[in-house]
């Protein structure tokens, strides 16, 4: 089983993707944390990253792309997993697409002053958790990524989930959404 995770910063993606993934017994592959432990690292990856994620800004194409298709190549990815944060553009959709038949996507959305509360207050003391950086990173949310939900639906794969509720109900939403894919 294969499923993307769509929806703006804060939406409540990383909580209902693990949550998900340990239900069904699913890899799950954040791009956020593997890019953030690529910094930790001092890698190559993170030194491409760094400066982008910082501003907000999508980290360029040929470093995310590269890092995903590595990951699902290895050995633990076969049986499955639940992307989260990838793809987050057209050219990423088109790139996952080559490398992999996506069962379905699970779009959570909330309104843009909503999550900018949500952020600010849940004080995880990520550097990009300002309130300038936020603001891009939703700006750049819904002129790049908010595309794909229109492509995942024509394609009739879209599950849309309102992400303004608690995470038990989300929760619910989403396994009503895929249960029956998962098992
Ligand atoms: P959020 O969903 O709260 O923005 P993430 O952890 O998913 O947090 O992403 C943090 C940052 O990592 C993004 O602002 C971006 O700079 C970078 N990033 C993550 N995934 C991708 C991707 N698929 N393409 C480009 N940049 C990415």
């Known amino acids: 089983m294969k499923l993307v995770f769509l929806g703006p910063p804060g939406a409540g993606k990383g909580t209902q993707a693990k949550l998900l993934a340990s239900d069904a017994g699913l890899l799950h592959l954040s791009t956020g944390d593997m890019l953030r432990s690529a910094i930790q690292r001092g890698t190559e990856t993170g030194l491409s990253a760094r400066s982008f994620m910082e501003k907000g800004q999508l980290v360029p194409d040929r470093v995310v792309d590269a890092l995903v298709k590595e990951r699902l190549t290895m050995d633990d990815a076969q049986a499955g997993y639940i992307l989260d944060g990838y793809p987050r553009n057209l050219a990423q959709v088109e790139v996952l697409s080559k490398a992999a038949e996506i069962d379905a996507a699970l779009f959570l959305d909330v309104e843009d002053e909503i999550l900018v509360q949500r952020i600010l207050g849940r004080g995880e003391g990520r550097k990009d958790d300002t309130e300038e950086v936020v ?20 394609r009739g794969l879209l599950h849309e989930i309102d992400g303004d509720r608690s995470i038990d109900d989300v929760s619910s939403a989403v396994r009503a959404a895929v249960g029956g894919l998962i098992r």
Not at 139 to 154: A, I, K, N
């Open 135 to 154: 603001r891009d990173r939703l700006t750049v949310y819904r002129e790049q990524t908010e595309p794909l939900v229109g492509y995942y639906r024509m």
